[in-house]
């Protein structure tokens, strides 16, 4: 009697979690993100979070529901923040101000999500495909960069389907913030972005500084004759 008691043990549990998964799930995320220590380059960018990216709610399947837009938005925000020194987040490419900046305008490709009924596995996993257009303020194509992230509950004994989902896309979402501050400067076109970038602001301080001192022979002559002046005006008035 023992034996069959621990043969539909297992059974019930699978039993259990299957039904959970074949419910109707719809997560809103509301996570703050930590703020990022690493130290930005000297650089300018402005993210366009459009309309359509911040307020995005992905429907990977006719049950699921997940509101990811305004934290998507957030961990983005935080990321930015530890890549460029001058950053301006704008909703859409005409609200743009900042001068010689990189244009990032980020985009969700799909989001896909697997349960233990369908993977066979006790977890419950999300992936968010993520796409960033890269240019200048011009409008010139930099690249398009595809950048996937992954999430997965440590198992599926949650109290439901919603927090299991819940937890993977945060993960998810994590991992998308991990990758941006690992892989962003190691994208070859953004490389040589970067390296024109600093050629054209030193060319820019050099010109600068030889515009200081072209002008000071001119600066100095202009004392001189104040000088003269103010001494011939004190000499008349004597």
């Given at each position: 009697m023992i034996?069959?008691?621990?043969?539909?043990?297992p059974a019930i549990i699978i039993l259990v979690i299957l039904s959970g998964c074949s419910s109707s799930a719809s997560v809103q995320l509301t996570n703050e993100f930590?703020?990022?220590?690493?130290?930005?380059?000297?650089?300018?960018?402005?993210?366009?979070?459009?309309?359509?990216?911040?307020t995005y709610v992905a429907k990977p399947n006719s049950k699921t529901m997940i509101d990811i837009g305004a934290a998507q938005v957030r961990l983005l925000r935080n990321a930015f923040a530890g890549l460029f020194s001058k950053l301006e987040f704008v909703a859409s490419r005409e609200e743009i101000?900042?001068?010689?900046?990189?244009?990032?305008?980020?985009?969700?490709?799909?989001?896909?999500?697997?349960?233990?009924?369908?993977?066979?596995?006790?977890?419950?996993?999300?992936?968010?495909?993520?796409?960033?257009?890269?240019?200048?303020?011009?409008?010139e194509a930099i690249d398009s960069w595809f950048m996937p992230a992954y999430g997965k509950t440590p198992d599926a004994f949650m109290a439901s389907k919603?927090?299991?989902?819940?937890?993977?896309?945060?993960?998810?979402?994590?991992?998308?913030?991990?990758?941006?501050?690992?892989?962003?400067y190691r994208i070859p076109a953004v490389n040589n972005w970067v390296a024109e970038e600093q050629r054209r602001v030193r060319t820019s301080t050099a010109q600068q500084t030889q515009a200081q001192v072209d002008l000071?022979?001119?600066a100095q002559t202009n004392r001189q004759l104040v000088d003269a002046q103010q001494a011939n005006s004190t000499e008349a008035s004597k």
């Open positions: 034996m069959i008691k621990m043969n539909k043990f930590p703020q990022v220590l690493a130290k930005p380059k000297p650089l300018s960018a402005a993210v366009v979070f459009e309309p359509s990216f911040a101000t900042a001068e010689n900046a990189m244009v990032i305008i980020p985009s969700v490709r799909e989001v896909q999500v697997s349960t233990p009924s369908d993977n066979y596995l006790n977890v419950f996993e999300v992936w968010i495909k993520y796409n960033l257009d890269l240019e200048t303020v011009d409008g919603g927090e299991a989902i819940e937890e993977a896309s945060i993960i998810a979402l994590r991992d998308a913030g991990a990758k941006l501050m690992l892989d962003f000071e022979p001119e």
